[in-house]
């Protein structure tokens, strides 16, 4: 499993404080917003609205928090004008990570990104470095404790997944974006409770990080996630369990 992917599921383990829980539904009105005024405000039409509505409710928030945001974005209500932003570029240990950003002030995020980089050992690399490491995916990760390997297979391989990884501790349900609904909808009909549930950026082959190195990739997603102005990033850093659980 990438470093992005076990920081996620940890995370959700542990659950969010009261600050880490105002950041996040930040983010998550951010992304409603942007959603919406790409695509509309319905949901059954806007793939990308839909997505960011699950994980908002997922995360308990309030029906009326997100439909403003919905109206935000449409124009019903004003609000501010995010714009969407990636950055590329190389973690501890020449890791590749991607970063996505919605942004009302363009310097003010590149600054910081450039400084999270910097303090890492890492640098920002030049539009298309690494992305082509990554594939755009639907995951829906599970622990084993909530389904056996098999049970899973047969609903979410009938349901359109392409693939089931096992981990250590969990599954890993792979699907392409357009089938991630069907195989999200399959896994909710058969009771079956997950740590993540999202479209995202799978790395296509892992880096391994030790040592030093590995802390400082988790430090440096520590940053990351604290940023108001990032909303997502991914790695295809491979990073050792003992090092998540020393930290």
Known sequence: ????????????????????????????????????????????????????????????????????????GTGELEGVNYEEIIYEGYGPGGVAVLVECLTDNRNRTIAEVRHAFGKAGGNVGTDGCVAWMFDKKGLIVVNKEDSDEETLMDIALDAGAEDIKEETDLFEVISEPS?????????????????????????????????????????FMEVLDDSDDVQKFYSNADIPDEVFDSL
Not at 35 to 58: C, E, F, H, T, V
Not at 204 to 214: D, P, S
């Open 1 to 72: 499993m990438s470093g992005h992917s076990k920081w996620s599921t940890i995370k959700h383990k542990k659950g969010a404080t009261d600050a880490k829980r105002g950041k996040l539904f930040t983010k998550l009105i951010k992304e409603i917003t942007v959603a919406a005024r790409m695509g509309g405000g319905d949901s059954d039409s806007n793939p990308r609205l839909r997505s960011a509505l699950i994980a908002a409710r997922a995360q308990n928030m309030p029906k009326d928090t997100y439909e403003r945001a919905i109206k935000k």
């Open 179 to 219: 089938d991630f609904d069907a195989v999200k909808d399959a896994i909710d009909a058969a009771g079956i409770k997950y740590e993540i549930a999202e479209i995202t950026m799978l790395p296509q082959n892992l880096t391994k990080v030790e040592g030093k190195e590995a802390e400082q990739m988790v430090k």
